[in-house]
């Protein structure tokens, strides 16, 4: 491995001889990128045997402060272990210049063994599953996001910008509309040109309901765990390129109260040792391994709600009719569902999972999915009734757990979390969300003032 990366350093600077800095970082829970800025004898060290972190950058809150109750602060005295290079993530960093480079790295033990807290090890860990039953799946990721201003509204809440071409401050949903896919058009090519140059796939950009919100698909690829890296790269990429044209961006999953939110979808098929698409088929709602995998994704869906929605601004896209997941269902083309088989021909039939928010761990949500899906395949269990007409006026099975505190203690006894996710990384993730959600809890805020202080 050392040996693969030096070497993948010394073609990175032949072919960006003025490379003087790279930024070196991994993705906690909560995808908050956290790292070091190497110069390049420090970059040559960190080839051969790893950039050290603490292994706490995997017990921090979304604030940052290490989760005590986890083990990996003080009781493990904060120590130390060697984060590796991942093979294809040393790329240029445009917004930067010329001298700037960046990598992803995962973290191990001293002894080289995978860290059991780092979220691409968890799915690997479940890959491994699928690919013992010779499948391999085929993933494409698709993120929804906002642009809002650089100045906030009283009480620290977010305003659609002013548009980069006309000035105006749009308050109006207005799905696809080519007016505003111009507007942003110089922000949205930049985003492009980007990401080609870090080698992430994204294919389309489209306007979506809310003022400046957009959604951007990432081609699909044989490789789990490289989209993971690429759809991470991708949001580090929209937010640093909003910045350079005086915007912000939001993955928040619902950064206005009466607009849409911002979800994380991710669609995927599995091709057999052949190369096969095992959900090849003419008639989705009869084919077997497909309505095995489906069963399997809406069995563990409920348990799953605090991986997929992991704070408490996610359960803000719960609502009726809001294109996101009320109950465990499934569905041919109908974006009500949790589950959603896309219009596609025969070859290339897929499942959509619908059920995660935009601020979501990739990796995570994609280990749940496969998790799911292999525990359909192995238990050969049935779906109910693709569902049919308006997802939210007809019963279709338990709701989701639809408030963040449930979710939590929903995911904290789950046998199947324990199962596929392993016993620790269940209980560390579980630790700090516990953690996040007593401190959030403990805030008063201005709504609670304003509608009690005066009746009470």
Not at 174 to 181: G, H, R, S, T, Y
Not at 340 to 366: F, H, K, M, T
């Amino acid at each position: 491995m050392s040996r693969d990366a030096q070497q993948e350093l010394q073609r990175f600077l032949e072919a960006h001889p003025q490379t003087r800095y790279f930024d070196v970082f991994l993705h906690d829970l909560n995808t908050v990128e956290r790292g070091k800025r190497l110069d390049l004898a420090g970059m040559e060290t960190a080839c051969r045997s790893g950039m050290l972190l603490p292994g706490s950058m995997f017990a921090l809150d979304v604030l940052g402060h290490t989760v005590e109750a986890t083990g990996l602060g003080f009781d493990d005295g904060d120590a130390d272990r060697p984060c590796r290079p991942i093979p294809g993530t040393l790329v240029p960093v445009p917004w930067q210049g010329a001298q700037a480079a960046q990598v992803q790295v995962t973290m191990h033990e001293p002894d080289g063994r995978a860290f059991f807290g780092d979220p691409r090890h968890v799915l690997a860990g479940v890959l491994r599953r699928i690919e013992a039953l010779g499948l391999t799946p085929v993933v494409a990721i698709e993120y929804e996001f906002y642009f809002v201003d650089l100045e906030r509204v009283d009480g620290g809440l977010p305003q659609p910008p002013r548009g980069p071409l006309t000035g105006r401050r749009e308050f109006r949903t207005q799905i696809n509309a080519m007016a505003d896919l111009n507007e942003y058009s110089p922000v949205l090519a930049q985003i492009s040109r980007d990401c080609h140059a870090q080698g992430v796939p994204a294919t389309s950009a489209l306007p979506e309901y809310g003022p400046g919100q957009y959604e951007v698909n990432l081609q699909h690829q044989p490789d789990a765990l490289l989209a993971c890296d690429q759809a991470l790269r991708f949001k580090r990429i929209v937010k640093s390129v909003a910045r350079a044209h005086g915007l912000d961006a939001t993955f928040l999953p619902k950064p206005y109260r009466d607009m849409a939110g911002s979800g994380l979808h991710i669609h995927l098929s599995l091709l057999d040792a052949g190369g096969r698409n095992v959900f090849a088929c003419d008639d989705p709602a009869t084919h077997v391994p497909l309505r095995h995998a489906v069963a399997g994704l809406l069995d563990s869906m409920a348990e799953g709600m605090a991986i997929c929605a992991p704070g408490p601004n996610s359960y803000r896209r719960f609502r009726s009719e809001a294109y996101v997941p009320l109950t465990p269902s499934w569905s041919i083309n109908n974006r009500g569902s949790a589950v959603r088989i896309p219009v596609s021909d025969a070859a290339n039939r897929r499942i959509e999972y619908r059920q995660a928010g935009a601020d979501a761990n990739p990796y995570l949500v994609l280990a749940w999915m496969l998790a799911g899906i292999h525990h359909g395949l192995t238990a050969r269990i049935e779906p109910p009734e693709p569902l049919r007409g308006n997802a939210y006026a007809q019963p279709t099975g338990q709701p989701l757990p639809t408030h963040w505190a449930t979710a939590i203690e929903r995911f904290t006894g789950s046998a199947f979390a324990r199962e596929y996710l392993g016993e620790r990384f269940q209980r560390l993730f579980a630790t700090v969300k516990h953690a996040e959600l007593a401190d959030f809890n403990s805030h008063v805020t201005p709504l609670e003032c304003a509608w009690y202080m005066g009746a009470l």
